[in-house]
C-alpha cells in the first residue's frame, strides 16, 4: 500500500509537469488555432538557455529569469510574428507542417551548435526524502507538485477572474465577436504566446533534472503533453491538467507493476482509449471551428 501512494504522489508531480506543457497546446489551440508540435522543442531551449546562463556564472534563479525572458522574446512574439502569423491564412495543416519543420530545427541547431550529449541540470529543491505515515516522499516531487499547481491554479484565476483573462477567453470562443465588441484580438493572441513561453519554462526548469539536457529531450515531454491534452480535451484547459496527472500516474504504475520498457507507452494506450470512446477527451465538448 505505502508503495502505491509513493508512485501516485510521484506521479501527479510529474503529471503536473506535463499539464503545464499540454495546456500550452490547449492555449494556442483555442486563442489563435495553432497546434504546435515543436512544444516539445519549446520545454528543451529554456532548459539550455539556463545551462548556458550557468555556465557564465550566474546562480539558478538567474538563470531561470534570463531563459524566461528570452523565452517570451522568442518563443512567445518571435514564434508568433515569425511562424504562425505568416501561415495562419493557409490554414491547419500549413501550420503543422511549418511546427514539424520547426521542431526539427531546432533539435537541429541545439546539437550542431552546443553538444549532443546529455547535461546534468541541478534539482531546484533538495534530493532528500522524508517519510509520512510510512510513505517515503521525495522534497522534489512536493516541490515540483507545489510550483505546477500554483501555475495552474494561478492561470485559471488569471484566466477566469481578470478582465484580460476573460476577454482572452472571448477571442478563443470566438473571434469575430470579440472584436465587434472592442477587443484587441491581437494582443490577445499575443498574450496566450506570451503565458505558453512561460509555462515552457517553469516545465524546463522542473522536468529537465530529470530528464537531463539534452537536444531530444523535447520528444517525449512533447508527445506526452500532446496526448495529455488530446485525452483531457484540446478545448478545455482543466483537461489538460486531468490529461497530465492521468498520464503521469499510470505511467509510474505502469513501470512499478507491469515493466519499465512499457512506461513510455502508456501515454499512446491511454490516448488510443479516450479518442475511440470519447473523441472531444473526457472534459472536451463538440464545437466547430472556422480556422
Known amino acids: 500500500m505505502t508503495d502505491a501512494i509513493q508512485l501516485l504522489i510521484s506521479g501527479v508531480a510529474t503529471g503536473a509537469i506535463y499539464a503545464m506543457a499540454a495546456l500550452g497546446f490547449t492555449l494556442l489551440w483555442q486563442a489563435a488555432g495553432t497546434i504546435n508540435f515543436a512544444q516539445g522543442e519549446f520545454v528543451m531551449l529554456p532548459a539550455f538557455a539556463m545551462i548556458i546562463a550557468m555556465g557564465l ?9 534570463v531563459a524566461m525572458a528570452v523565452s517570451i522574446v522568442v518563443l512567445g512574439f518571435g514564434f508568433k510574428k515569425g511562424v504562425v502569423d505568416p501561415m495562419r491564412s493557409h490554414g491547419v495543416i500549413a501550420l503543422v507542417v511549418a511546427t514539424l519543420g520547426l521542431s526539427i530545427g531546432l533539435k537541429s541547431l541545439v546539437k550542431a551548435g552546443y553538444s549532443a550529449e546529455p547535461h546534468p541540470f541541478p534539482y531546484l529543491f533538495s534530493e532528500e526524502v522524508f517519510r509520512v505515515g510510512g510513505v517515503t ?74 530528464y537531463l539536457a539534452k537536444f531530444d529531450m523535447g520528444d517525449n515531454i512533447g508527445l506526452k503533453a500532446f496526448f495529455a491534452a488530446i485525452i483531457g480535451g484540446f478545448n478545455n484547459p482543466r483537461g489538460a491538467l486531468l490529461g497530465g496527472v492521468l498520464v503521469g500516474v499510470l505511467e509510474n504504475f505502469a513501470g512499478a507493476y507491469i515493466s519499465p520498457s512499457y512506461k513510455d507507452g502508456v501515454a499512446l494506450v ?9 473523441p472531444d477527451g473526457l472534459l472536451g465538448t463538440p464545437q466547430e471551428r472556422k480556422v
Open 137 to 210: 516522499i521525495s522534497y522534489t516531487d512536493v516541490g515540483a507538485l507545489i510550483v505546477a499547481g500554483l501555475m495552474v491554479i494561478g492561470l485559471q484565476l488569471f484566466l477566469n477572474k481578470t478582465i484580460t483573462g476573460r476577454a482572452m477567453q472571448a477571442v478563443a470562443q470566438n473571434t469575430f465577436a470579440a472584436e465587434a465588441l472592442g477587443i484587441n484580438v491581437g494582443r490577445m493572441i499575443s498574450y496566450t504566446f506570451v503565458i505558453n513561453a512561460i509555462l515552457v519554462t517553469v516545465t524546463a526548469l522542473l522536468i529537465t533534472p530529470a
Open 270 to 278: 491511454l490516448f488510443l482509449a479516450v479518442i475511440l470512446v470519447k
Open 57 to 65: 556564472g550566474a546562480p539558478l534563479w538567474l538563470a531561470f529569469f
